[in-house]
């Protein structure tokens, strides 16, 4: 059977911790800022972890 191939896509959105756990950026940090709030754009710089029920298959796809 072939290798898989790793969707470039998802390597670029996550990175896998040391842990294995799967971090991610959260969205709405591009564009249209200035209605956004001070509080709301800090808390979204913050980096989140992938819920624990889609790790499995975001981890197949980036071929970690």
Request: glycine share 6%; aromatic share 6%.
């Given at each position: 059977?072939?290798?898989?191939?790793?969707?470039?896509?998802?390597?670029a959105r996550?990175?896998?911790?040391?842990?294995?756990?799967?971090?991610?950026?959260?969205?709405?940090?591009?564009?249209?800022?200035?209605?956004?709030?001070a509080k709301?754009?800090?808390?979204?710089?913050?980096?989140?972890?992938?819920?624990?029920?889609?790790?499995?298959?975001?981890?197949?796809?980036?071929g970690a």
């Open positions: 059977m072939p290798k898989m191939k790793t969707r470039k896509a998802m390597k996550f990175k896998v911790t040391a842990t294995g756990k799967l971090k991610r950026t959260r969205p709405g940090r591009r564009h249209i800022l200035t209605k956004k709030s709301r754009k800090r808390s979204l710089a913050k980096a989140r972890y992938v819920d624990e029920g889609q790790v499995k298959m975001y981890r197949d796809l980036i």
